[in-house]
């Protein structure tokens, strides 16, 4: 194909995420035109569907900005409200991507008008305030007794029961009416606003209204009242400056609220983003074949996504280079930005962005992960140096600038490993060899040249490998050799340990509570967590601490031998007697004991190593080493032992009394271990108390037992012993006494 510019065979859609302001955009049914209905849009949806089957009518949406949740917002209420111009075109975007779900909707009660739709965007303002200004352009719009609008004045300025009690006589007005309206739909948008506002003036803006509305939302029943706010972050975030009893207030309104996380995977944003090109690019499959095929065996594909819808949509987003897609949901998101700005930065004309890189290239160019590094460094370096968690690429930036002699592959090479090192910290993205050789070797390219850059950047110190994790990192320039300092950790300390040992000194285990039996008794029953070995395994103690109620012995064989050595020992007498203790043996622990060994080198090098104490890059470089190689032996207990999963258990057997048990932990140990307690407290009293039902009372549970002891003496005639509103002591007496 003859070279042709970029630019005149590459065109952006207008992206399906534009900002949107509820309350001024409602009316345009036009914008709709424009939307996506994604995977999380669909399961939002068809939550609140289920919420109105149930009773449960009351949602808070919560993502970060720029995510969509707004734009869902306007397409639920052109949904839902059939006055609205959009209405059937939201219907039938349903209806041709999930008929099913569609189908179900109808089926709640859905009359012929929908829902009255009132539309409300926080504001510096009280909740009140910011309500009533949605309820009056309703209210302006549509035909409603002049009354209503007279009486909302007067509530608007009054306490939030006058304004509850208004809120029901216009839901009363919605019912009576001829017309076939389901209900009524607040969406409050921009709720942060309101409760950031309400935080600073506690006496002005009452947030009891929220709790009040929700409440209401659930007893609703033909007409029902539906709430949906639209946040940023949770409740308590807002009120995280105030004292705990309000902050304790706050977290009682957010618990009428169920939450739903809107925020699309990265795999989602990949597909979103190859529908914002309006055309394949063709004449480049040879190209794009061989690019593919080394970016999938890299490891670039996203586990979740098969390998002809990867390579097809990489085929489709032709300039970006394969790494560079699977990496831009990553980076907008480590910016602490969404969906919109990555749609931003393919129709912006940012320095260095992709409409730059379209009008300076032409076919067969394409855009690569060092593109990327100077996109971040011509538009994003002010936040980067401010932000405490841009150090990798921060590093890559100084020592870019203080070594002017690079070639151009080993220029490329540097920034791809700074990026990855940055993107790493949050997404499975990591720089090793073949994702770095497979992100740079493009067509024409010499591998051998890369690997040559490889070793150049290594012997200037400007990179160093990660043997335990096999990846490079950016060299942050220190005087103490971690490498070195491991080697002679593995000199000094030998290879005969014990894994047990190791993990119970660095990395102690959690205790496992018995959820199902402490969620329907009320007591809260958990197991101590021991791990055991050859070497440990006449010293394990079977007793459990003294608030256990039982004990769980984690076996960790390091050959098939010991496999059967520890079936043997679970099976045994020695353990058949005791009803409180569960012995589970991991089909493997190779790997963990390798982890293990780089564990305790790292503490050995700590502990032996002056020179960290006055070296803060060489300590900051130890504990990054240590962060990850206690998040790989977490990961491999998981999958050798499967503790925390609520699948089959089916890396580890698991005894009680000697039997195998394994068949029944197939919901989970979790619920092994309510059996348990089940069968060893059958006959404990059911209090649903916390102050109460503990082994110890608190100083609030003891200050509340002296005032019922006091109401009991002296105030017996009275209801409720006396007791005013509602301190400790009433939940105790409602709990237990009465």
């Known amino acids: 194909m003859a070279e042709m510019p970029l630019r005149e065979i590459v065109h952006i859609r207008q992206n399906s995420l534009r900002a949107v302001r509820l309350e001024d955009d409602l009316p345009k049914g036009d914008l709709l035109n424009g939307y ?19 009773n449960a009518r009351a949602w808070t949406l919560t993502g970060p900005y720029g995510s969509g949740k707004s734009y869902f917002g306007l397409f639920l209420a052109h949904l839902l409200d059939a006055h609205r111009e959009g209405h059937s075109s939201a219907w039938k975007m349903l209806m041709q991507t999930d008929p099913i779900l569609a189908k179900r909707l109808r089926g709640q009660r859905m009359g012929d008008d929908g829902f009255v739709t009132v539309a409300a965007t926080g504001a510096q303002a009280p909740l009140q305030e910011c309500l009533a200004r949605g309820f009056e352009q309703v209210l302006q719009s549509r035909a409603f007794p002049p009354v209503l609008k007279k009486n909302l004045q007067t509530a608007r300025l009054a306490d939030s029961r006058v304004f509850l009690q208004w809120v029901e006589s216009f839901l009363e007005t919605v019912s009576k009416s001829s017309s076939g309206a389901s209900g ?35 007893r609703s029943t033909e007409k029902p009242l539906v709430f949906v706010g ?86 489709q ?71 405490g968690r841009a150090r990798p690429l921060t590093e890559t930036l100084e020592r870019l600038e203080n070594t002017p002699n690079l070639s151009p592959i080993e220029t490329d090479l540097f920034q791809t490993v700074g990026l990855l090192n940055w993107l790493g910290e949050i997404s499975p993205l990591q720089a090793t060899e073949g994702m770095i050789l497979s992100a740079l070797c493009l067509p024409g390219g ?108 984690l076996c960790l064989p390091g050959t098939l031998a010991e496999v059967e050595q520890f079936v043997r020992w679970a099976q045994a007498d020695t353990l058949k007697n005791h009803l409180e203790i569960v012995t589970g043996v991991a089909g493997r622990a190779l790997r963990l004991k390798e982890l293990a060994q780089e564990l305790r080198g790292l503490h050995w090098v700590r502990d032996n190593t002056p020179e960290l104490r006055d070296d803060p890059v060489a300590r900051r470089e130890w504990r990054t080493r240590l962060a ?34 394994s068949e029944t932990t197939q919901r989970g140990l979790s619920a092994l271990l309510s059996d348990i307690c089940d069968s060893l407290y059958p006959d404990s009293p059911r209090l649903w108390n916390e102050l109460l039902n503990r082994r110890e009372l608190t100083s609030q549970g003891a200050a509340a037992r002296r005032t019922l002891i006091e109401g009991i003496l002296t105030r017996p005639e009275q209801p409720l012993l006396g007791i005013q509103k509602f301190p400790p002591e009433r939940s105790m007496y409602e709990g237990f006494l009465r």
Not at 632 to 659: M, P
């Open 36 to 54: 996506t209905l994604t995977a999380q849009a669909l399961t939002a949806l068809e939550r609140m569907t289920d919420g109105l089957y149930n």
């Open 184 to 218: 009524v739909l607040i969406l409050f948008d921009e709720l942060g606003k309101a409760l950031e506002y309400a935080a600073a003036h506690l006496h002005e803006s009452d947030v009891y209204l929220l709790q009040e509305l929700a409440e209401f939302a659930a």
């Open 230 to 315: 639209i946040l940023h972050q949770a409740f308590e975030q807002y009120a995280a400056l105030l004292d705990n009893t309000t902050q304790r207030e706050w977290a009682k309104v957010q618990g009428r609220f169920e939450d739903i996380p809107f925020q699309e995977s990265p795999v989602q944003q990949m597909r979103l983003l190859a529908r914002a090109f309006a055309k394949r690019v063709s004449g480049f499959s040879s190209q794009f074949e061989s690019i593919h095929h080394k970016a999938e065996d890299a490891g670039w594909r996203p586990a979740t996504m098969g390998a002809e819808e990867f390579a097809d949509l990489c085929e």
């Open 317 to 387: 987003v032709y300039p970006l280079h394969p790494s560079t897609f699977a990496s831009l949901p990553y980076l907008f998101r480590r910016l602490g930005q969404n969906e919109r700005s990555l749609f931003a930065y393919l129709t912006s004309q940012e320095p260095s962005g992709f409409q730059d890189f379209l009008a300076r290239h032409t076919s067969g160019d394409f855009l690569i992960l060092p593109n990327l590094f100077d996109y971040l460094a011509d538009n994003y370096r002010a936040r980067i140096y401010a932000s």
């Open 446 to 553: 010499d591998e051998a040249d890369l690997r040559a850059g490889l070793k150049s950047l290594q012997r200037r110190s400007l990179i160093v490998y990660r043997r335990f994790n096999e990846t490079y990192a950016v060299w942050q320039g220190s005087d103490v050799d971690l490498e070195e300092r491991l080697y002679a950790a593995r000199a000094a300390l030998g290879a005969t340990f014990s894994i047990a040992e190791v993990l119970h000194a660095y990395l102690p285990p959690r205790p496992l509570l018995a959820r199902r039996h402490s969620y329907q008794t009320g007591t809260q029953r958990f197991f101590d967590v021991r791990y055991v070995d050859l070497h440990n395994l006449d010293e394990s103690s079977f007793n459990p601490s003294p608030n256990a109620s039982g004990l769980v012995l």
């Open 628 to 661: 990850a190689i206690e998040h790989l032996i977490r990961v491999e207990l998981d999958e050798s032992i499967n503790l925390h999963q609520i699948s089959a258990l089916t890396g580890c057997q698991w005894f009680y009394q000697g039997k195998d048990v």
